[in-house]
């Protein structure tokens, strides 16, 4: 219930920002090169943030679920 609040606390902070900040700056990422509003580039920054965090939790928690299971069977193969 926690994250829920910080993650509505972060983009409520976030979609403020970007309200606030309209004008269109110089973005340079690499090779490109583009136009954007700050704003819209924090929100984008945390959406990917968001998507890469969420991404890496999955895989954490399968891996730990494969560990689980083959501990469960070599405890049940090798009983004392």
Do not use: D
């Not at 970007?18 to 920054?45: H, M």
């Not at 991404?55 to 891996?63: D, F, G, H």
Request: glycine share 4%.
């Amino acid at each position: 219930m926690i994250h829920i609040v910080l993650i509505l606390i972060v983009a409520g902070t976030v979609l403020t920002f970007s309200a606030q900040n309209e004008i269109p700056t110089t973005v340079s990422f690499l090779v490109w090169q583009f136009e954007l509003s700050p704003g819209l580039a924090a929100a984008v920054a945390m959406l990917a943030g968001i998507v890469l965090m969420q991404l890496l939790a999955s895989l954490r928690s399968k891996q730990q679920a494969g560990s689980r299971r083959s501990l469960e069977s070599l405890s049940r193969r090798y009983r004392w």
